[in-house]
């Protein structure tokens, strides 16, 4: 696990130092930045990759200022054949909109999620990467365009690490 810590100088309310490299080595400050909101500490509590195995089956990343969750990030792995269940989204939210990644996708306005079979260098595996955010600090309307980026980003990268090919 490792666990990062930033503070900045600056007065109360300025956005918190992120470090160079966040949530499995895959998102840059600039990445997260919207999410993060104001504050003077943040916590990344994360393995330091998303490559996962037979063995180790899931990966979670988290990511909070001053305590309050902002990012959160998490892979799982289960044997082929052995489909995801989706849980319904929150039905006083907007319904989510497809995202064209992987086998099924999902993005709505707090995260995204994709499915995908994957063909790896020992066995086939499913594959389930989700993120989420804390978006209180965004421009309304902007989440899903980020969530989406985020995701394509994360999606690339993970199937690099887990030697997934789709």
Known sequence: MVALTG???AEKGAAPRLSERTCFGIFTPSDLEPLMGPG???NETSPADVKLSAERRSATCNVDV???GR???SATRQPLGQHFTWPPTDPNQPPADPLPLGDKGIVWNTGARVALTCK???DSFELLLTIGGSVEHMK????RSLFTTLMTKYLAAAKQQTGCEA
């Open 7 to 9: 503070c900045t100088d």
């Open 40 to 42: 003077k500490k943040v």
């Open 66 to 68: 001053d305590g309050q």
């Open 71 to 73: 990012f959160l990030v």
């Open 120 to 122: 790896g260098p020992v």
């Open 140 to 143: 309304p309307g902007t989440s």
